[in-house]
């Protein structure tokens, strides 16, 4: 089985802003900690960019602009951004490390960046195709089956049965 070498994700936004680098930053920090893995060091000298050491992970967050003459294929009606916060996650570990259980790690951290702070589009692993936040967070949402008629009568059935088993 081939290991992951880094789990990637990318947010897309109409305009570049170091409050969002920030931003970024502590929501990545409260969902690690949330998640069992908190950071043991971080190091933020380069302006642009933010590296941290967590028990099984070494993420980074980098702040890029994007060239107009790199345009980005955007979904219908959405802008093309103009930068981009990068997450990076790789392992310390890759042999020891479950790609599962990173990859839904990512996609929890993707969703808390989501939410906090607004971007154009989402990017998630290697693909190219941009997901807006709606389409990404659609796929946290809950499932809900349709109720139907048959499902009311087979309930009822259940009911009466197991009523009938307690007298």
Not at 8 to 15: C, P, Y
Request: proline share 8%; net charge negative.
């Amino acid at each position: 089985m081939a290991q992951v070498k880094q789990y990637k994700g990318k947010l897309g936004f109409e305009h570049r802003s170091e409050e969002k680098l920030t931003l970024a930053l502590t929501e990545l920090l409260d969902t690690l900690e949330e998640f069992g893995h908190p950071a043991l060091q971080i190091n933020a000298r380069d302006p642009h960019r933010i590296s941290l050491d967590a028990d099984q992970y070494q993420i980074s967050l980098r702040l890029r602009r994007i060239p107009l003459r790199l345009g980005v294929r955007t979904p219908p009606g959405v802008p093309a951004p103009t930068a981009y916060i990068e997450l990076a996650m790789a392992p310390c570990c890759p042999d020891a490390c479950d790609q599962e259980v990173s990859e839904i790690l990512l996609a929890m951290i993707l969703k808390r960046l989501t939410v906090a702070l607004n971007p154009l589009l989402i990017f998630w692993q290697e693909t190219n195709k941009a997901l807006t936040p709606n389409q990404f967070l659609g796929a946290f949402a809950p499932m809900e089956a349709p109720v139907t008629k048959e499902m009311f009568a087979s309930a009822a059935i259940v009911d009466t049965d197991a009523k009938a088993a307690v007298l």
